[in-house]
């Protein structure tokens, strides 16, 4: 880390420029300092450093120790905070130490310097490069408190999960990509980047996304993965949980989520287990659920990347399933097939980035894992290292990998017994699932399809 002393006086001069110039607002700040100042759903003026507050902002254990010794500050005895009293010497101590970069990610320091010739930011320019305040996690809370009284809350936590971009922890680098999905993945984020040009010639009806493909096929991560690249928060809704029974004020609950993934805009609405929808349609369900999933397809068709800076992505394993009015929302379908030979090569070797590899050959096991996914792999992999943990060691050897390929293979064998989408043929099955026959046979052929596509064979 840097220079604590020169950490905590930046701290200093952006708490006071801030609380001098009534024009900075919340977006000025960064994201580390605003969030110490937040109360109550707002950060009011004056903004008193206190010893915590600049500890927590800064990651520097004795904030008061590392700059008593400078002559421009302070601290009062009573309350402990600590002040500039000379914050011209200040800024000009702290310009002398540091370069325009770090100057570049605090908006309200680049106000404060705008008088310095040796300084090239701008304010405005720092602002576009700092994360929005809706990305915080302080403000993703108090916006929940006020949407959500304390009984919805367990019945929201249920259906809508919500990640500040800074908790999602999955990068796009760690996914390997078809050449479909990296092209999507382009399109969107020129998408997003362009959205006032889309505005003016009237392509509003853009950003509706649908992802298909079997289970573990990086549908939700590549969506995280998204939100942490374009540092925008990630609303997850859970559809099964829509459809479930036991909500009470369902078709609320759906308004209110697509009014808070508007508030929280720009953001990403990522709408899993798509199909649940389709299936409610088609069956008897109850007249609260039919009203709760047609107010989510209408909330769907109101809602726009252009005119409310929301991506909406959706994601389903079974395609099949959906109505065509469901396949009418999306703009964009992609599809997520089972990894080839070579896409699983390339997985393996991000999995095993960070591990202790001897005499690894990733080629051999691409070859002998046919038909594993991503997920597959990973859970091949975690296998292989726990067995070699409890023999003592920590480095892989080939062997390892390939017995906890045979292992997953022969684990996998028992799961599909129990398992309607692969089995077919024997009395009983049927009582498993409370779908049709009919269903099966076409879920099955897909993903027949699907790996062809992804040319193994
Ligand atoms: N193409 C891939 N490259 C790298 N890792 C992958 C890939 N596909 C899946 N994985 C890994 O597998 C795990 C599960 O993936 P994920 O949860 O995104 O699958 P999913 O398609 O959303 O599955 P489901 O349909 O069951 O929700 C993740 O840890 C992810 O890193
Ligand atoms: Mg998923």
Request: proline share 4%; aromatic share 6%.
């Amino acid at each position: 880390m840097s220079d604590p002393a020169v950490d905590v006086v930046e701290f200093l001069l952006t708490a006071h420029t801030y609380t001098e110039a009534e024009d900075l607002d919340e977006g000025d700040l960064p994201p580390r300092y605003r969030q110490v100042f937040w109360s109550d759903g707002s950060i009011e003026r004056p903004l008193a450093v206190t010893q915590d507050r600049a500890r927590t902002a800064t990651g520097v254990d004795h904030p008061w120790d590392a700059v008593s010794d400078l002559l421009f500050t302070q601290r009062t005895e009573f309350s402990g905070e600590i002040s500039l009293t000379q914050p011209d010497m200040a800024l000009e101590w702290y310009l002398d130490r540091v370069e325009d970069e770090r100057i570049a990610a605090n908006p309200t320091l680049a106000h404060a310097a705008r008088n310095e010739d040796s300084v090239s930011v701008t304010r405005e320019g720092a602002r576009e490069d700092n994360q929005p305040i809706q990305a915080d996690r302080v403000w993703i809370d108090s916006l929940l408190d006020e949407y959500f009284d304390e009984e919805e809350d367990a019945e929201m936590l249920d259906l809508v999960h919500i990640l500040a971009p800074e908790e999602i922890e999955t990068t796009l680098d760690d996914l390997v990509l078809t050449n479909d999905q990296n092209d999507e993945v382009d399109k969107i984020v020129t998408a997003i980047e362009n959205r006032d040009y889309l505005a003016s010639i009237g392509l509003s009806e853009i950003g509706k996304i649908l992802f298909v493909g079997p289970p573990g096929t990086g549908k939700t991560t590549i969506s995280r993965g998204l939100a942490h690249e374009l540092g925008l928060p990630f609303v997850e809704v859970k559809l099964s949980m829509v459809t479930s029974q036991y909500l009470g004020e369902t078709a609320k609950n759906v308004e209110k989520t697509f009014e808070v993934a508007k508030r929280l805009s720009p953001c990403i609405l990522f709408i899993d287990e798509f199909d649940s929808v389709a299936k409610t349609r088609k069956s008897d369900e109850h007249a609260a659920l039919k009203r709760a999933v047609n107010t989510l397809l209408k909330s769907i068709d109101d809602i726009s990347l252009v005119r409310d800076e929301v991506l909406t992505v959706a994601a389903t394993n079974h395609p099949d399933q959906l109505d065509a009015a469901a396949w009418r929302r999306f703009d964009e379908v992609v599809n997520f097939p089972k990894p080839d030979r070579q896409m699983r090569e390339d997985i393996l070797r991000i999995i095993t980035r960070d591990m202790q590899m001897a005499a690894f050959d990733p080629d051999e096991v691409a070859e002998a894992t046919e038909g594993l996914t991503g997920s597959d792999l990973r859970m091949v992999l975690r296998e292989a290292v726990l067995q070699a943990l409890t023999e003592g060691r920590r480095e892989l050897t080939q062997d390892d990998v390939m017995s906890a390929v045979q292992g997953f293979e022969e684990r996998d064998n028992l799961k599909n017994m129990d398992d309607f989408d692969n089995w077919t043929g024997s009395p009983g099955s049927g009582n498993k699932s409370d779908n049709e026959g009919h269903d099966h046979s076409h879920d099955g052929s897909h993903e027949h399809e699907v790996e062809t596509e992804a040319s193994d064979d």
